[in-house]
């Protein structure tokens, strides 16, 4: 269900995603590297609109225009859209991954190899002869990795009536992404309580609510549902063995940006022994001192 939505300065700091500068060319190439072998397209490049809504988040924006760590990442300044927005800055290197499609023309490249099992049966794969458990969120709530951080997400599906963008929309505490042939999805909603795949009429009011301020027109909900995040640390993803068993879990709400990059680190240590770096390093994490850990 997830967006596939990268979005390369996130945040109310307006600071660039963890690490972005690495992992977004390494999982653009991947995916492009992928549509080519696939015959998919499913890697989409979209300006990204990132809205400021009253004068001092206005002013805030406009301070990170001089950051030399964002500033990489800034095209510049777009007059906002209709609506009571203060302000509007486009951004480079932002985009959509079409999942659904990515997911399936990947199964079905392994099942017709023979290398496909269905993760109902065993969502542990063998990798360079180990087993490698990629569980989401359905093995944080285990407990197995400690202490998790995970959150129900709601999203909708929604045809415009009237109106197009093609631009990735964020602002009013969500986001609007366009899918082609009039269909958007938008979201989303956060709940650390009810950690189900329901979705509720209470999320649905919340998107809604953030709709009427992002979407330029009338709409027509056609699809509404809901998903857990796998969090551990933000969407810090993590990789590396505990008690005999190798883990790649707390990809968060950012799979898209950084799985690519981290698979490849695993396999790198699967298969040559090349460790990576501590910071995704699971043991490293697990075993840290938990005053440590910021929030």
């Known amino acids: 269900m997830a967006a596939g939505l990268i979005n390369p300065?996130?945040?109310?700091?307006?600071?660039?995603?963890w690490r972005i500068d690495e992992f977004l060319p390494e999982?653009?190439?991947?995916?492009?590297?992928?549509?080519?072998?696939l015959g998919e397209s499913f890697w989409h490049p979209l300006p990204v609109i990132r809205l400021t809504a009253g004068e001092k988040d206005r002013v805030k924006a406009e301070a990170k225009l001089t950051d030399p760590v964002v500033r990489p990442w800034l095209v510049g300044e777009v007059t906002p859209p209709q609506g009571d927005w203060?302000?509007?800055?486009?951004?480079?290197?932002g985009g959509r991954l079409d999942v659904r499609t990515f997911l399936d023309a990947s199964r079905k490249f392994f099942a017709e190899r023979g290398l496909y099992r269905r993760a109902e049966v065993d969502v542990a794969q063998t990798f360079a002869g180990e087993r490698v458990w990629c569980e989401g969120a359905a093995g944080l709530l285990t407990g197995r990795l400690g202490p998790h951080r995970c959150a129900k997400g709601e999203i909708l599906t929604l045809r415009a009536i009237g109106w197009?963008?093609?631009?990735?929309?964020?602002?009013?505490?969500?986001?609007?992404?366009?899918l082609g042939r009039g269909l958007y999805k938008a979201g989303a909603t956060y709940d650390w309580e009810h950690l189900d795949e329901i979705p509720t009429e209470e999320g649905r009011a919340k998107v809604e609510a953030i709709l009427q301020r992002l979407a330029p027109g009338p709409f027509e909900v056609v699809d509404h549902e809901a998903g857990v995040r796998p969090i551990l640390r933000r969407s810090q993803p993590l990789i590396g063995k505990r008690e005999g068993e190798w883990f790649f879990n707390g990809l968060g709400s950012k799979g898209s940006l950084y799985a690519p990059g981290v698979a490849k680190r695993l396999a790198s240590w699967?298969?040559?022994?090349?460790?990576?770096?501590?910071?995704?390093?699971?043991?490293?994490?697990l075993d840290r001192d938990i005053a440590d850990e910021p929030r």
């Open 27 to 37: 999982a653009v190439a991947f995916y492009e590297s992928l549509e080519c072998s």
């Open 86 to 93: 203060s302000g509007a800055f486009e951004l480079r290197g």
């Open 9 to 17: 300065v996130t945040g109310k700091r307006f600071e660039p995603s």
């Open 164 to 178: 197009d963008d093609p631009r990735i929309l964020i602002g009013g505490g969500g986001w609007l992404v366009p």
């Open 270 to 285: 699967l298969i040559d022994g090349i460790e990576p770096e501590t910071s995704l390093n699971l043991t490293h994490f």
